[in-house]
């Protein structure tokens, strides 16, 4: 598993199309035309196995994409600002994922595709025993 997201990772610097055929291609995840992502679009994904578990404990789920091994969930553009998410989650800049036949299996009841990025990201580090962090740029000016 880590080696295919350590694949898909390096595979980004390469110029060229990607193959959507390829096995260790990627795909970028498709909303449905109802919803539009007016914040920009990227993803953040976490091994099947926590899927419903995350699922059922986030207060507001937007898009869920999942295929047989990893849970993607549609965060605003940016949602990594300041924050590293911790292993095994992994962010998907613009929502490009590992092309698995990921479909989409929950859509929201609101007009908007997006999952509130922070709930999500405290989860994870929940599930994962990782505490909280983050950087706040500008911070300590003098009075």
Known sequence: MLRTMATLLSAR??????????????IRLSLPASLPAALGCDA??????????????LPGNGCV????????????????????????????VEARVPDRRPRLIHRPDTTS???PPIPLYL???????????WSVPGVGTPL
Do not use: K, N
């Open 13 to 26: 610097g390469r110029p060229g199309p990607v193959r959507q055929d390829a096995p260790e291609g990627e």
């Open 44 to 57: 953040v994904g976490v091994p099947a196995r926590h899927g419903f578990r995350l699922m059922s404990r």
């Open 65 to 92: 994409f999942a295929d047989t091994d990893w849970w993607w969930w549609i965060v605003p553009a940016g949602s990594d600002a300041d924050l590293r998410w911790p292993l095994p989650a992994c962010y998907a």
């Open 113 to 115: 595709p997006y999952t």
């Open 123 to 133: 989860m994870i580090c929940q599930l994962t025993g990782v505490a909280p962090a």
